[in-house]
């Protein structure tokens, strides 16, 4: 409503101001007639016309009223023909001005003095395409991200589950209790694929800016193991061991779902990128409102 008010302003300040000028050339344009004709060459024009034709002459001086009239109207379309072509540069001028904030937005819009008004409209125009265009960019990276992000999430619980499974698959001497154990990590981690794209359609509706944070109290310690578990089969494929320094117990107010994720995917880098048969340390230390945990590989 606002923008639309401002524009009936810029639109009726353009057509008061093309008014005024048709008037006032016009008064300047008759005043000077006027001064040719009755100060100038008054007498000249009058003994010509009466020399050629009395009978003009005397009809001439009878209509005198109608005559002015006339040469005002006369001017008047002239002046008016010149102000509504300047305008009209005026136009092509701003046309072109927006064609080059389509193709570069980045640079300056410059116009005429007279097209002040207009020139600052059409600059914050332009800064808003840019901040659009960089709004645009920006959450097509995030799009993008977040299907990168979430791909990666999605694979370390597949390849727990897929991990359990061979390792049932192919221990056929397994025992019964180590069968429950993989066959319930394996679940787990399946059930977990199922709660992270859950997730991904949940993100999707809210903005990453805007994403829920669910805090309790959670047991790193416990979630270390829990995690190192869980990715046993990885670990076990590239003939790696882990040694982990830590606290038995080292509690903290967080998400523990989204924790879960920064440390799986911490866990997973440092299988994928070590070298085979070679060992990985994690190292959690507690030092008053401080915890630093420290993932180490060789690769």
Request: contains cysteine.
């Amino acid at each position: 409503m606002n923008n639309i008010k401002e524009y009936n302003s810029i639109k009726n300040e353009i057509a008061l101001k093309a008014v005024l000028e048709i008037l006032l050339y016009t008064i300047i344009c008759m005043c000077i007639i006027a001064f040719l004709v009755d100060e100038v060459f008054n007498d000249t024009i009058a003994e010509t016309i009466n020399n050629t034709d009395s009978y003009i002459y005397y009809r001439a001086v009878e209509q005198k009223p109608a005559i002015i009239a006339t040469i005002g109207l006369f001017v008047i379309t002239i002046v008016a023909f010149f102000i509504i072509r300047k305008n009209m540069n005026s136009l092509t001028i701003i046309t072109t001005a927006i064609n080059e904030i389509i193709k570069e937005p980045e640079n300056k819009v410059e116009l005429p003095t007279n097209l002040a008004i207009i020139e600052n409209k059409l600059n914050n125009i332009r800064i808003d395409l840019i901040k659009s265009r960089d709004e645009a960019k920006e959450a097509q990276n995030k799009k993008n991200d977040l299907i990168m992000y979430m791909a990666h999430d999605l694979k370390t619980p597949l390849t727990s589950v897929i991990g359990y499974l061979s390792l049932l698959n192919e221990e056929k001497q397994i025992s019964k209790e180590m069968q429950e154990k993989y066959t319930k990590i394996a679940l787990r981690k399946a059930q977990r694929v199922e709660d992270l794209t859950n997730q991904f359609f949940e993100i999707t509706i809210y903005n990453l800016n805007n994403m829920p944070i669910n805090k309790n109290k959670i047991d790193l310690s416990f979630l270390l193991d829990q995690l190192l578990e869980e990715n046993y089969p990885m670990l076990q494929e590239k003939g790696l061991n882990y040694k982990v320094t830590k606290p038995e117990h080292v509690y903290y107010i967080g998400d523990g779902d989204k924790l879960a994720r920064a440390f799986g995917n911490l866990i997973k880098n440092a299988i994928n990128y070590s070298y085979e048969n070679e060992q990985i340390e994690i190292e959690m230390e507690k030092q008053e409102e401080k915890i630093s945990i420290t993932f180490k590989n060789k690769g």
